[in-house]
T-cell receptor, first 113, second 115 residues
Framework: QQQVKQSPQSLIVQKGGISIINCAYE??????FPWYQQFPGKGPALLIA?????SEKKEGRFTISFNKSAKQFSLHIMDSQPGDSATYFC????????????FGTGTQLKVEL | NAGVMQNPRHLVRRRGQEARLRCSPM?????VYWYRQLPEEGLKFMVY????????ESGMPKERFSAEFPKEGPSILRIQQVVRGDSAAYFC?????????????FGEGSRLTVL
């Protein structure tokens, strides 16, 4: 049973545009929602994370929007750059489960010049 | 401060052989996690270990797979009698403490190909 659904599978954005990736979860027990960025041949790296007590978190050009009632959260990349081209994974974990993460299936982002 | 070190980075095995993947956590980290990434899929949790203890192995296949994290040395993920379906990238991650999230650091992975 897939517990975190991610869309789209792939995304092409023009340089300077906004990239938006969406995730939906099923289990209301999840209490930690990170996003990871992965470049080809590399391991995932934590990009930004949010807990359900806030509806939005911003770090530089990256923003997480969180809708607890809809059980959805999304990543917005403002002013997208070619260097942002990577695969992005959303994830979720349970209280006390900390680093035992349930990942989405990933979104391949390509930012074109 | 070196990151999470995994080796080998690439491993080719024939069906029926054994694969051993090693992971040295970041300095000061005593919690190790193994995740598996199948082609075109997200990462799937396999096992969580602390020194000399398996804490959670709920994601490990029941047969052929085992993991350890000895008092001295790296954590090892062992796959016996490999099959083609074991071909994947295996990522190790470490953290300095349990449970609060946000402090999980991944290695660059070991890519296993089974011929």
């Amino acid at each position: 049973q897939q517990q975190v659904k991610q869309s789209p599978q792939s995304l092409i954005v023009q340089k300077g545009g906004i990239s938006i990736i969406n995730c939906a979860y099923e289990n209301t027990a999840f209490d930690y929602f990170p996003w990871y960025q992965q470049f080809p041949g590399k391991g995932p790296a934590l990009l930004i994370a949010i807990r359900p007590d806030v509806s939005e978190k911003k770090e530089g050009r990256f923003t997480i929007s969180f809708n607890k009632s809809a059980k959805q959260f999304s990543l917005h990349i403002m002013d997208s750059q070619p260097g942002d081209s990577a695969t992005y994974f959303c994830a979720a974990s349970y209280p006390g489960g900390g680093n035992k993460l349930t990942f989405g299936t990933g979104t391949q982002l390509k930012v074109e010049l | 401060n070196a990151g999470v070190m995994q080796n080998p980075r690439h491993l080719v095995r024939r069906r029926g052989q054994e694969a051993r993947l090693r992971c040295s956590p970041m300095k000061g980290h005593s919690h190790v996690y193994w995740y598996r990434q199948l082609p075109e899929e997200g990462l799937k949790f396999m096992v969580y270990l602390q020194k000399e203890n398996i804490i959670d192995e709920s994601g490990m296949p029941k047969e052929r797979f085992s993991a350890e994290f000895p008092k001295e040395g790296p954590s090892i993920l062992r796959i016996q009698q490999v099959v083609r379906g074991d071909s994947a990238a295996y990522f190790c991650a470490s953290s300095p403490r349990q449970g609060i999230g946000g402090e999980l650091f991944f290695g660059e992975g070991s890519r296993l190909t089974v011929l």
